[in-house]
């Protein structure tokens, strides 16, 4: 074989491995392969051309993933949205659309109003955002309202046996429409979710209290989760006294730690000695 036709040879096959479109135009040109049909296929057969073929084979599957159908969403009326907020003066709405995220697993789910809410509407909205006492409500920092309520049937109840046992819900109220997303969630609170638990694992006595919130929602590989308590009166004079001591000042974290003390897993719980409310969170990284 001579120089130019291993350099020819040579060409071509980086082509072919490359930028393989070019291919059939510089084979012909270098008279290495004649028959058209031959330089095509050996095209469709190129590293390029199946990569091609693997990435819109992944983005369709990644679309088929984000499709579901409106028996399976969990919150898909006008009722189911009433339970879950106690809004009984919330106005018609229509499902418009709804969709899985395909990586999270979040499912979506947009609705209009049939007819435009009244100014008596996003006024409860406001007293509900302002009440210390509802945890769930809160406004949101570009328009309207949130609400956001989690729970897992067992350490908690539900806010009706109609809703699937483990769940997280966010729902967004704006004078357009209504936006929910949620999350089937696992629970990680397991040895943290009654009195006897809390005392055994942290050192301090705790009163009792119930469960009132949960909300778990994964990062990537990890995830994120809140749990609130609300205790049956505000943290008296013995368990204060008691946290002080032991803790440092009103907050206590555990976890599993790598040799250089980087968290792997870490709990937190934080008491506020005004208030009733009792939050933990855990993060894993």
Same mark, same amino acid.
Request: glycine letters at 4%.
């Given at each position: 074989?001579?120089?130019?036709?291993?350099?020819? =040879?040579? =060409?071509?096959?980086?082509?072919?491995?490359?930028?393989?479109?070019?291919?059939?135009?510089?084979?012909?040109?270098?008279?290495?392969?004649?028959?058209?049909?031959?330089?095509i296929l050996l095209t469709l057969l190129s590293p390029a051309a199946v990569v091609s073929y693997l990435l819109v084979w992944f983005l369709w599957s990644v679309g088929r993933g984000a499709e579901i159908s409106p028996e399976e969403l969990a919150f898909s009326t006008r009722d189911d949205i009433v339970l879950l907020t106690g809004l009984?003066?919330?106005?018609? =709405?229509?499902?418009?659309?709804?969709?899985? &995220?395909?990586?999270?697993?979040?499912?979506?789910?947009?609705?209009e109003y049939a007819d435009g809410p009244s100014a008596?509407?996003?006024? &409860?909205?406001?007293?509900?955002?302002?009440d210390e006492e509802d945890i769930y409500w809160n406004p949101n920092p570009v328009s309207g309202y949130d609400f956001e309520r989690g729970w897992y049937a067992g350490p908690m109840e539900k806010p009706s046996e109609s809703f699937p046992d483990n769940?997280?819900?966010?729902v967004h109220f704006s004078d357009k429409g209504i936006s929910v997303?949620?999350?089937?969630?696992?629970?990680?609170?397991k040895g943290l979710s009654t009195p006897q638990e809390l005392t055994g694992r942290t050192g301090v006595a705790f009163p009792p209290f119930e469960i009132i919130d949960y909300c778990w929602h994964p990062v990537g590989p990890d995830a994120v989760a809140t749990m609130t308590l609300r205790l049956q009166a505000k943290p008296g004079r013995r368990f204060i006294k008691d946290l002080t001591s032991k803790w440092k000042g009103y907050v206590?974290? &555990?976890?599993?730690?790598?040799p250089e003390g980087i968290p792997q897993k870490e709990y937190t719980i934080y008491v506020d000695e005004a208030?009733?409310?009792v939050t933990i969170h855990y993060a894993s990284y």
């Open positions: 074989m001579n120089t130019k036709k291993a350099s020819d =040879i040579l =060409i071509c096959f980086l082509w072919w491995m490359t930028v393989s479109l070019v291919f059939p135009f510089q084979a012909r040109k270098r008279g290495l392969v004649k028959r058209r049909w031959v330089r009984q003066d919330l106005p018609d =709405i229509e499902l418009k659309s709804f969709w899985r &995220d395909p990586w999270e697993g979040t499912v979506f789910a947009r609705f008596d509407f996003f006024s &409860d909205l406001e007293k509900r955002t302002a769940a997280s819900v966010k997303q949620y999350d089937y969630q696992p629970f990680v609170f206590w974290k &555990d976890g599993d730690y790598d208030s009733r409310f």
